[in-house]
Nanobody, 119 residues
């Protein structure tokens, strides 16, 4: 199995930047892709970004494209989410996810890290 641990969340002001990290451990060789989801209070969980472990193909949601950057460090089994120009509507719990197949439901979820953006 795979364990995912997020870090880097916190309280920032609108316009600030923040970088989230997600360290994967366990059978990381089975991972095909990793990514980030978020869930704001009272809202459904939404997709943020994903990156394939091999080849590095990337996708973003429309709400973060141009402001957020996902990247990976294969040697460290770590995925990052660089968040710039943060807005209050970015406030949410951010979850790291991992997948074996490269499509369909995500197999692994982290415990989440809180990001709060004040206006």
């Amino acid at each position: 199995q795979v364990q995912l641990v997020e870090s880097g969340g916190g309280l920032v002001q609108a316009g600030d930047s923040l970088r989230l990290s997600c360290a994967a451990s366990g059978r990381t060789v089975i991972l095909s892709r990793m990514g980030w989801f978020r869930q704001a209070p009272g809202k459904e969980r939404e997709f943020v970004a994903t990156i394939r472990w091999s080849g590095g193909s990337i996708e973003y949601s429309g709400s973060v494209k141009g402001r957020f950057t996902i990247s990976r460090d294969n040697a460290k089994n770590t995925v990052y989410l660089q968040m710039n120009s943060l807005k209050p509507e970015d406030t949410a719990v951010y979850y790291c996810v991992g997948d074996r197949r490269g499509s369909g439901p995500w197999d692994y979820w982290g415990q989440g890290t809180q990001v709060t953006v004040s206006s």
